[in-house]
Structures are given as structure tokens and as C-alpha cells.
């Protein structure tokens, strides 16, 4: 009972990804270290940019653009999977823990947890505002048709 890899080809498609996320990463983390016993904020942003971009890009795979499915494993999978880094956040969460910086390390676990959600959140509607039909940007009929007057209201003396 043997569980199969998917194909050599998509697993490239993942490590090439992942190599870009990974570096830009530990390239950030290395230009921007955290103090110790400060919030880890290059972590908790990389995990927010994540999200945000992660239910972004899904959303307009998914909803607007036909593109190979070997963009989803490069750029979802393989990249933003390697530049987010929840592994980092459980060390960096144990390290203020055991540095006795209780405050820090429940905002940053919060900011962490409710920014994650809203970022993806946001990502996810803008996402589905980019894959909706273009609308126009007034409330004006289209020309050639008029608007009725007193459409939605209730006859004089009458009505509930």
C-alpha cells in the first residue's frame, strides 16, 4: 500500500518554487533579524504577504485566468509555500515563550493567527473583484433606456 509520487516534472515545478520562496526568506530574515525578545516582524509579515497572495493567486487560477496547472505548483505550492513559514513561527513563539516575553508572544501569535485570516481574506475578494466581469463604473441605464419613475415606492395612502 504504497503511495505514488506525482511526476517528476511537477515535482520540479515544487522545488523550483520552493527555491525562490526559500531564499527570499532567509534573505529578509538575514537583512531584518529580529531583536531578541521582539516581535519577529519580518516572520509575521512574509506569513501575511503569504496569505494574502496565496488566496489571491488561487482565486484568479481558479476563477479567471486558464493557465497550465504547473503554475499553481510553482507559484502556490512551491513558492509561497516556501517564503510562508509557520515552522519559524512555532521556534520564534517557543523562543519568547522561554525568554519570558508572555505580552510579545501572545500578540505575535495573535497578529499571526487574525492577520493570516484577514489577509487571506482580502486576498480572496480582491481576487474575486479582478475575476469579475468588467461592470461600468456608474449606476446609468444603458443608452437607449429609461428609467421609470417611482419604481420601489408605495402608492400614496395605501400599501402596509
Known amino acids: ?5 506525482p511526476p517528476s516534472r511537477n515535482l520540479g515545478y515544487v522545488a523550483a518554487g520552493g527555491a525562490v520562496g526559500a531564499v527570499a ?4 530574515a538575514t537583512w531584518f533579524p529580529a531583536l531578541p525578545g521582539g516581535l519577529p516582524w519580518v516572520t509575521l509579515v512574509e506569513n501575511l504577504v503569504g496569505a494574502f497572495l496565496l488566496a489571491l493567486v488561487l482565486t484568479l487560477l481558479t476563477e479567471r485566468l486558464a493557465l497550465d496547472p504547473a503554475v499553481r505548483l510553482l507559484v502556490c505550492t512551491g513558492m509561497l509555500g516556501a517564503f510562508t513559514t509557520y515552522s519559524t513561527l512555532a521556534v520564534e513563539l517557543d523562543r519568547l515563550l522561554s525568554a519570558g516575553a508572555l505580552a510579545v508572544a501572545g500578540t505575535y501569535g495573535a497578529l ?6 484577514s489577509a487571506a481574506l482580502a486576498g480572496l475578494r480582491l481576487g474575486q473583484v479582478l475575476s469579475a466581469p468588467h461592470r461600468h463604473a456608474t449606476n446609468r441605464p444603458p443608452r437607449g433606456t429609461r ?5 420601489g415606492r408605495r402608492p400614496e395612502g395605501g400599501g402596509r
Not at 1 to 5: D, E, I, P
Not at 25 to 28: F, G, M, S, T
Not at 112 to 117: D, P, S
Open 25 to 28: 526568506r532567509v534573505a529578509l
Open 1 to 5: 500500500m504504497g503511495s505514488r509520487l
Open 147 to 151: 428609467r421609470r419613475r417611482g419604481l
Open 112 to 117: 499571526t493567527l487574525v492577520g493570516g485570516l
